[in-house]
């Protein structure tokens, strides 16, 4: 079975104790290594380590022993409790391990927890899981950490007491960070308060974030999309300050809003229209740009598409007016038309 986006906060930290194996894959490794690193406790436990209840194999040492899986999720513990065993670096290769491991998997064996880098959707591995009737596939997508994984995160750093400007300043960290740049800068913040009761606040965030981080071309694109003119000066100085032309963000802008436009124009609805997009978007980008879609609707997406068109022909005329204000003030009209 493949698990849905939606889903993953929640079963990260509550999977099925009777799943008989996991197949966590995506192309950021960090949040990945976060994500399994969370359903081994959960499924196992804090002392799983020490008691031995928990068994690491690589791709490299199945590939020499293929009956090495095998061997340990039937093993028997020295300590009662749940086992697990978890395979990194899985590939479509050791896909006939997974599945005889899979045929042979009883109650009470190991859980087996296996995770990848990014894996073609018609791969061996992601269709043997996809398939299984009790497996899962859990897809890790690279968007930005959500209100629900930024908490989570300072949960686990035991950081309860939060104001709402600091959680609105990780929020924008989150868009503008690595997840993991992003899990250090809450971890630093939760030595920083040992011993103070306080509320963590936005300005002591701000001081114990990384002070370099490219902010990319998608965030200012979605906050225009969003409608959320007050954004688009905060990020223009940002990608200004990395040099990103403007002639490059009105290209940008332009394919994020025929994508949107072809979206919102197709006959069999957004879903469908969303499915045609080359090269194709999934998970919360899919559905956002969906969202996007629908709130603009046609007729406000060609008016944008418009003001796209005169902008880029005002950048590569010879136009004496500043280039990075004439994009600007494009972008932030564009927010003021979606909101209207």
Request: net charge neutral; aromatic share 4%; proline share 8%.
């Amino acid at each position: 079975m493949k698990l849905a986006p939606r889903d993953l906060p929640r079963w990260r930290h509550a999977p099925p104790p009777d799943m008989p194996a996991a197949l966590i894959h995506g192309g950021d490794a960090v949040r990945v290594a976060q994500v399994r690193a969370d359903v081994v406790a959960a499924l196992t436990g804090p002392d799983a380590d020490r008691d031995m209840r928990l068994a690491r194999l690589t791709a490299a040492e199945l590939r020499k022993d293929g009956a090495a899986l095998i061997d340990a999720v039937t093993a028997t513990g020295f300590f009662p409790g749940p086992r697990a065993v978890v395979v990194s670096d899985a590939g479509d290769g050791l896909a006939p391990l997974f599945a005889a491991a899979l045929d042979t998997w009883r109650p009470g064996d190991a859980h087996i927890i296996a995770t990848a880098g990014q894996l073609p959707p018609r791969g061996k591995l992601r269709k043997l899981f996809e398939g299984h009737g009790a497996a899962l596939a859990v897809p890790v997508y690279d968007d930005p950490p959500g209100r629900a994984e930024i908490e989570a995160m300072l949960s686990r750093a035991g950081l309860g007491a939060v104001d709402r400007d600091a959680m609105q300043t990780l929020g924008a960290l989150a868009a503008s960070l690595p997840a993991g740049d992003l899990a250090q800068t809450i971890e630093k913040a939760a030595l920083f308060k040992i011993g103070d009761p306080s509320p963590l606040t936005a300005p002591e965030i701000a001081a114990l974030a990384p002070q370099s981080g490219e902010a990319a071309v998608d965030d200012i694109l979605n906050s225009v999309a969003d409608g959320k003119a007050a954004e688009v000066g905060t990020w223009m100085q940002r990608l200004s300050a990395q040099g990103v032309n403007p002639t490059t963000l009105c290209i940008g802008a332009t394919r994020h809003f025929r994508g949107l436009h072809a979206i919102a124009a197709d006959p069999g609805g957004p879903a469908a229209g969303a499915g045609r997009l080359r090269p194709p978007v999934f998970g919360p980008r899919r559905d956002r740009m969906i969202r996007q879609a629908r709130g603009w609707g046609v007729r406000k997406l060609e008016s944008a598409l418009s003001i796209l068109i005169d902008t880029d022909l005002q950048l590569r005329s010879s136009s004496a007016a500043p280039q990075a204000a004439v994009i600007e003030r494009a972008l932030i009209r564009l927010a003021m038309l979606g909101r209207t």
